[in-house]
């Protein structure tokens, strides 16, 4: 895979930041957009912006179509059996709350578990510490090894027959450990637990076969993967979502309105209450395009280059502790030694690259490596050595630089 070539196709990085070409280490947070998306979107407004499902003209039924054939992408791209078990909404923290909401606390007691791990993004603990709070149901953690892994042992002490709920990241956001799902899934199910996972760092990064995983739920966000922000995707087995109540209503959702009682669509529009966010679902209709053509096998060994690459340069650095395990996603989080994360960040942002600092939407993870915030350098398919280069060179000239200043 070519990835100079494939940087062309993004506009936004054909630029200069602070006098500096671009280097775009944040793609964890929010990737970048190539042309075939953007002009997706832009043909969509010009030509066929519309309301869907219920118009009959021309516009309608154009826009209709594009909605829904993105939809089968989507189904196509993770290898769901059918569109009904697709639900579009706004992001993973969106999708992870409707299963939160509507299948947790209909289906966990004060007997039960809810079972998640130190790893988690916030999307993914919050939701379950309120159906925690309002069901009385025990919310446990599975622990984590030195290096930010699990040990399936500890998979199978920490789930039990009174586990109904586990949620787990596929990818960490923080450490790129990559997580065994399909052995967890197995596990879960042994117990009688539904799997939940968190997809957001793994559907623009892996070849995802929700078939294969046997999870119960998959959510991931469409920015991540090269779409417009504003779009997601739950992913459910329709058995579950059949038995489901929504969990936001009126408009696009409604079959038969009465004065006292009301009936709702079939899957999967019962769960996308008012106009959905047509454009952008086109726009995650042509990223899944763009992705396809360029085949997940190759992102995938692409990145798995950028990581060892990553880990091998940064390594070299004296004062530089690296976080997480030796196998792992195309992330590389990282502190210097006494220079925040943010002061790093701001050097970094002087000579044109762009890094993430902060917690990341992962406070308990912060507190278990035993530190307030970290740095993040997250690669996608549009970087290279080169950038992996310049990261390095911008660190040494940071460490310089506050080596330098009298305290």
């Given amino acids: 895979m070519d990835a100079r070539a494939i940087r062309e196709q993004f506009p936004i990085l054909d630029q200069e930041v602070n006098g500096h070409p671009l280097v775009y280490l944040d793609s964890s947070a929010s990737s970048q957009k190539p042309l075939q998306v953007i002009e997706a979107v832009d043909h969509y407004y010009r030509t066929t912006n519309s309301n869907v499902h219920r118009g009959v003209h021309t516009l309608g039924s154009r826009a209709t179509d594009l909605y829904e054939g993105a939809r089968e992408k989507v189904r196509r791209f993770i290898n769901a059996k059918s569109t009904a078990e697709i639900i579009f909404n706004r992001g993973a923290t969106t999708a992870i709350n409707i299963v939160a909401q509507s299948y947790g606390l209909a289906n966990v007691t004060k007997e039960d578990e809810i079972v998640i791990t130190p790893m988690e993004h916030h999307s993914n603990i919050i939701p379950w510490q309120q159906v925690a709070k309002i069901t009385g149901a025990t919310l446990k953690y599975i622990p984590l090894q030195e290096d930010g892994t699990i040990s399936l042992d500890d998979v199978r002490k920490t789930v039990t027959s009174n586990t109904k709920i586990v949620a787990i990241a596929h990818i960490s956001n923080v450490l790129g450990t990559i997580n065994p799902i399909k052995e967890i899934t197995k596990i879960a199910h042994e117990n009688g637990a539904v799997i939940v996972v968190d997809g957001a760092q793994s559907a623009p990064h892996l070849q995802v076969d929700v078939q294969d995983l046997d999870c119960d739920f998959y959510t991931f966000s469409g920015h991540k993967m090269c779409a417009p922000t504003g779009i997601g995707v739950l992913y459910g087995k329709q058995a579950l979502l059949e038995k489901m109540e929504p969990v936001e209503f009126g408009g696009e959702m409604i079959d038969i309105v009465d004065m006292y009682e009301s009936t709702w669509k079939e899957l999967p529009w019962k769960f996308e209450g008012g106009t959905p966010i047509i454009a952008s679902a086109v726009g995650l209709g042509a990223a899944i395009d763009f992705l396809t053509d360029l085949g997940m096998d190759n992102i995938?060994?692409?990145?798995?280059?950028?990581?060892?690459?990553?880990?091998?340069?940064?390594?070299?650095?004296?004062?530089?502790?690296?976080?997480?395990?030796?196998?792992?996603?195309?992330?590389?989080?990282?502190?210097?030694?006494?220079?925040?994360?943010?002061?790093?960040?701001?050097?970094?942002?002087?000579?044109?690259?762009?890094?993430?600092?902060?917690?990341?939407?992962?406070?308990?993870?912060?507190?278990?490596?035993?530190?307030?915030?970290?740095?993040?350098?997250?690669?996608?398919?549009?970087?290279?050595?080169?950038?992996?280069?310049?990261?390095?060179?911008?660190?040494?000239?940071?460490?310089?630089?506050?080596?330098?200043?009298a305290y």
Wanted: contains cysteine; hydrophobic residues 40%.
């Fill in 300 to 405: 995938v060994q692409h990145e798995e280059k950028l990581a060892a690459y990553a880990l091998e340069r940064l390594s070299e650095i004296e004062g530089l502790t690296i976080y997480g395990p030796k196998k792992r996603a195309a992330l590389v989080t990282f502190n210097l030694d006494d220079v925040h994360p943010h002061d790093v960040s701001t050097v970094l942002d002087t000579e044109g690259i762009a890094i993430r600092a902060g917690h990341h939407c992962a406070q308990l993870l912060m507190k278990w490596l035993n530190t307030s915030a970290t740095a993040r350098a997250s690669m996608y398919l549009y970087n290279t050595e080169d950038d992996i280069d310049r990261l390095v060179a911008g660190l040494l000239k940071t460490k310089e630089y506050f080596g330098n200043v």
